[in-house]
């Protein structure tokens, strides 16, 4: 089958279009034909690699995807050829005391499709049931595929870690990232107060506007630190969102009030800083960190999406034999939305 895969670590040049052998399924998993997938910026950490990631070579890239079920293996039931399901990038092992308390994201054996194991840019991919989620029939699969990662990620940072309440009001650093944009509707679903976004671009911020956010602050035009001071009365916000971290986590932390929590599921600006720890002890603060989430939360924010009620962003639909042009796109950050590749037969 066709898919889009590197066979070593290192640059962009090394991912290539190519053909590699369909996937084999164990007795709990279906083969799925993928009809759309979906990129995150993780997909070019991976590349990249890390010391302790030992991948299979050659590695299939992509860790969101859906479809349609094409053979399911022996011990499968409730699920049968020709289901349309989206799947839950969190592999778990269902057994471990984390899996069985309903928390699976925190599962000893925790992995990620298109990170630990082969992703979704192909014409098949091998998936445990445990993964799925069939979809309603109006739901399309290029939502299914756009949301999945993002807007888990960001309803288990807000709504399961967090608890965040009707009424408060938060901040939100970064406009066009997938977990952002998914960050500022489930805020507006939960009932926020105030919802403030930084950004960069205006179209960006324009974007942030239309999904919900109330005050937007272009942190080329300003200072947002002192913007949001200014536009909180001087009191900071309930919650801070800071997937950015080492150049932003100063500011965001200062924009809490007083009991404020920043929540955090990523870096894009690098892992390592210092905090001014007068700041934690002294305004009662919490930071709050999670990766992904567990099934239940997949569940929750894939059925408001499938109703309508939240939107996944997309910012252009490709064909899988572009894959490697994809990438180069993601990574020079001019992106407003998920990339999909949404068709396999070219
Ligand atoms: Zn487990």
């Known amino acids: 089958m066709k898919a889009v895969v590197f066979h070593e670590h290192g640059s962009l040049d090394n991912v290539v279009y190519a053909d590699v052998p369909e996937p084999e399924i164990g007795p709990e998993m279906a083969l799925i034909e993928v009809k759309a997938a979906a990129l995150n910026r993780l997909d070019l950490w991976v590349l990249a690699g890390w010391p302790g990631l030992n991948l299979k070579m050659p590695h299939i890239i992509g860790s969101d995807g859906a479809g349609v079920i094409a053979a399911v293996g022996q011990?499968?039931?409730?699920f049968t050829v020709g289901d349309r399901v989206a799947v839950n990038p969190t592999l778990s092992c269902g057994q471990c005391d984390f899996?069985?308390?309903?928390?699976?994201?925190?599962?000893?054996?925790?992995?990620?499709?298109?990170?630990?194991?082969?992703?979704?840019?192909?014409?098949?991919a091998a998936v445990p049931v445990r993964n799925l989620l069939k979809m309603p029939d109006n739901a399309?699969?290029?939502?299914?595929?756009?949301?999945?990662?993002?807007?888990?990620?960001?309803?288990?940072?807000?709504?399961?870690?967090?608890?965040?309440?009707?009424?408060?009001?938060?901040?939100?650093?970064?406009?066009?990232?997938?977990?952002?944009?998914?960050?500022i509707q489930v805020a507006r679903l939960a009932g926020a107060g105030q919802i403030y976004v930084v950004g960069s671009s205006a179209a960006k911020l324009a974007l942030a506007r239309e999904l919900g956010a109330d005050v937007t602050i272009n942190r080329n035009?300003?200072?947002?630190?002192?913007?949001?001071?200014?536009?909180?009365?001087?009191?900071g916000v309930d919650v801070a969102v800071d997937n950015v971290g080492a150049a932003t986590y100063q500011k965001s932390l200062r924009a809490l009030k007083r009991g404020g929590r920043l929540l955090t599921v990523g870096n894009t600006s690098g892992p390592k800083f210092e905090i001014d720890n007068r700041l934690l002890f002294g305004k009662h603060l919490s930071i709050i960190g999670s990766t992904m989430g567990a099934i239940r939360d997949y569940e929750q924010v894939m059925g408001l999406l499938f109703d309508g009620r939240l939107r996944a962003i997309v910012d252009s639909e490709h064909p899988l034999s572009h894959g490697p042009s994809i990438l180069r796109k993601l990574d020079s950050g001019d992106v407003s939305g998920k990339l999909v590749v949404s068709d396999f037969k070219r």
């Not at 011990?75 to 409730?78: T, W």
């Not at 949301?147 to 399961?160: D, M, Q, R, Y």
């Open 75 to 78: 011990r499968v039931s409730g």
């Open 99 to 124: 899996c069985l308390a309903g928390r699976d994201n925190m599962c000893r054996r925790f992995a990620l499709f298109g990170e630990h194991v082969d992703g979704f840019l192909a014409e098949y």
């Open 221 to 235: 035009e300003v200072d947002w630190g002192k913007a949001i001071f200014k536009a909180t009365n001087r009191e």
């Open 140 to 183: 399309g699969f290029v939502t299914a595929a756009a949301a999945s990662l993002v807007f888990v990620t960001a309803w288990h940072s807000l709504i399961t870690r967090a608890k965040f309440q009707v009424g408060e009001s938060i901040l939100i650093v970064g406009a066009g990232g997938g977990v952002n944009t998914a960050a």
